[in-house]
């Protein structure tokens, strides 16, 4: 097979046709049940109603005018998070990466025009995946990421995840902010305890920094809450999000109080494509569905149910699932046996996952799914966990044997 893509991923050889729900039905007809989402991108699963109606209506009248002119349908998606949330205001980007960005110089900005440009530098945690720009992989400090690509963007100070004292002993007179993902997803499903969290944005309130959250894979109800944040019953004073709000469609956004946003007046920054009618249109139908009446309450009481059953499927297979991990459906199994064959072994199964960090598989389905898919999900891990350790097993018996 040849192919002209630049070979930066490592692709499983499948490719879909289309989707119906938490189903993709690849090009060989063969039906998948979707538990990774895109990602955490397809929150209400695929082909959704709501989704493809809102797209359709908007591409028949009207796909992009850039931001010389005002966007309405963006004026109302801003003011609809910022009712949902702490921020004031919204910058519209077209990914996660972008809306980091956003949220660096947001942060860097406020410090300036506060009269201290000196404090430029971002406190980050081992294990973070913020992006894939060269700022954002800065910011992630992950070496075999950042290798090759000349001199990392100066200015981010990493620290074990969620270590308090390690932020403190960090803390100087060129801190300008803490930037932290509520729950790590790439990193391996990690989480940042609620206690954690206030004990952070204490540490902002004490020392003038502002908190960023990156609610880029935690966002837009994955959690079980609209935000990861809202859990803990703090505020940030920026935060990235993206992934889930266009619901397939790209589109990620920065919101931040008006105080942190202080800085970023007209010129300061900008994006061609960022709060396109297309996007906006996604980004509103998304948001119809996530914020309804008992939306969130069933996305709970859905995870509760899934997390029960995976507890389960841990006690039956000691010797492949070390530990269920993560909130709502956010989830992820910490393997004994190497995870790149979990994933297959379930791929196998036509259950589709994503291998994340610490050996972790995360599951990550459509907000939508029900008791059925969680039924069929179950049985698929079931079967190849079995597999794996009937395959983990069989050298020790046959040396025995021998
Ligand atoms: C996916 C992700 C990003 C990067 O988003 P892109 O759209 O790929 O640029 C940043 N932060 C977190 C937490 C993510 O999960």
Same mark, same amino acid.
């Given at each position: ?110 410090? @300036?025009? &506060?009269?201290? =440009? ?5 406190? !980050?945690?081992?294990?973070? #995946?913020? +992006?894939?720009? %060269? $700022? ?119 919101? @931040?109080? &008006?105080?942190? =946003? ?5 010129? !300061?920054?900008?994006?061609? #494509?960022? +709060?396109?009618? %297309? $996007? ?121 044997? &021998?």
């Amino acid at each position: 097979m040849t192919s002209h893509l630049l070979p930066a991923y490592a692709r499983a050889n499948l490719a879909f046709e289309r989707g119906d729900g938490a189903w993709l039905i690849a090009t060989d007809g063969e039906r998948y049940l979707d538990f990774a989402s895109g990602v955490a991108v397809n929150a209400l699963g695929h082909a959704h109603p709501h989704l493809v109606k809102a797209l359709g209506e908007q591409a028949q009248k009207l796909w992009h005018v850039s931001n010389l002119f005002r966007i309405p349908e963006g004026e109302r998606l801003a003011e609809r998070l910022c009712a949902a949330t702490f921020a004031d205001l919204v910058f519209f980007a077209n990914s996660g990466a972008e809306a980091l960005e956003c949220a660096i110089k947001t942060a860097r900005k406020y410090h @300036a025009v &506060g009269g201290q =440009a000196e404090r430029f530098r971002i406190i !980050t945690f081992e294990g973070a #995946f913020h +992006g894939r720009t %060269l $700022a954002t992989l800065a910011a992630g400090g992950q070496q075999k990421y950042l290798e090759g690509f000349g001199p990392p963007l100066e200015g981010f100070d990493q620290v074990p995840f969620a270590d308090l004292e390690a932020v403190k002993r960090k803390l100087g007179p060129e801190t300008a902010a803490i930037l932290i993902e509520p729950i790590q997803g790439e990193g391996g499903v990690r989480i940042a305890s609620p206690q954690i969290l206030k004990e952070l944005r204490a540490l902002c309130d004490q020392h003038g920094l502002l908190l960023v959250l990156d609610e880029v894979q935690t966002g837009i109800g994955r959690t079980g809450e609209l935000f990861a944040y809202q859990r803990a019953g703090i505020a940030p004073d920026i935060m990235a999000i993206a992934k889930a709000i266009g619901g397939g469609f790209p589109l990620g956004a920065c919101l @931040a109080t &008006g105080e942190a =946003a202080k800085g970023m007046t007209p010129g !300061t920054h900008g994006s061609t #494509f960022g +709060g396109n009618p %297309l $996007a906006m249109a996604a980004g509103n139908a998304v948001l119809d569905v996530v914020l309804a009446p008992g939306f969130l309450d069933r996305v709970r009481r859905t995870a509760i149910l899934f997390k029960q059953r995976l507890a389960e499927l841990k006690d039956r297979h000691p010797a492949v699932i070390a530990e269920v991990r993560g909130e709502g459906l956010l989830l992820g199994l910490r393997a004994l046996t190497p995870s790149a064959e979990l994933v297959d072994e379930l791929r196998a199964e036509k259950l589709l996952t994503a291998a994340s960090g610490e050996n972790v598989v995360r599951l990550l389905p459509p907000l939508i799914i029900g008791q059925a898919e969680i039924a069929e999900a179950v049985a698929m891990i079931d079967r190849a966990c079995t597999r794996i350790a009937r395959a983990h097993d069989q050298p020790r018996k046959e040396g025995v044997v &021998g």
